[in-house]
Nanobody, 119 residues
Framework: QVQLVESGGDLVQAGGSLRLSCAASGTGFRFGAMGWYRQAPGKQRELVALITSGGGTNYADSVKGRFTISRDNAKNAVYLQMNSLKLEDTAVYYC?????????????WGQGTQVTVSS
């Protein structure tokens, strides 16, 4: 199976920065699009940022200009640089990876990492 290991969540003051990391592994898998989602208390999980295997990116309007997603294909890793953090960025952030093995497609999720932005 695919394993995702996330790190980087923390408590930070408004205006600060954090960098989230997610490393994917799994025997025989190739990894396609990678993304970050978040879920705040009482709200639905939402897409934050997505990066394709070719490097194309897509961002939620609420984070454009503040967050940057990147990936290292050699390490099967995806990163989320979060700058100018706001109170409303507080949520559990989940890594998501589209994985392929042979003709089978998998939708893998990380365990989540808590980001808390304080005033």
């Amino acid at each position: 199976q695919v394993q995702l290991v996330e790190s980087g969540g923390d408590l930070v003051q408004a205006g600060g920065s954090l960098r989230l990391s997610c490393a994917a592994s799994g025997t025989g898998f190739r990894f396609g699009a990678m993304g970050w989602y978040r879920q705040a208390p009482g709200k639905q999980r939402e897409l934050v940022a997505l990066i394709t295997s070719g490097g194309g990116t897509n961002y939620a309007d609420s984070v454009k200009g503040r967050f940057t997603i990147s990936r290292d294909n050699a390490k099967n890793a995806v990163y989320l640089q979060m700058n100018s953090l706001k109170l409303e960025d507080t949520a559990v952030y989940y890594c998501n990876v589209k994985a392929m093995r042979g003709l089978d497609l998998y939708d893998a999720w990380g365990q989540g990492t808590q980001v808390t932005v304080s005033s």
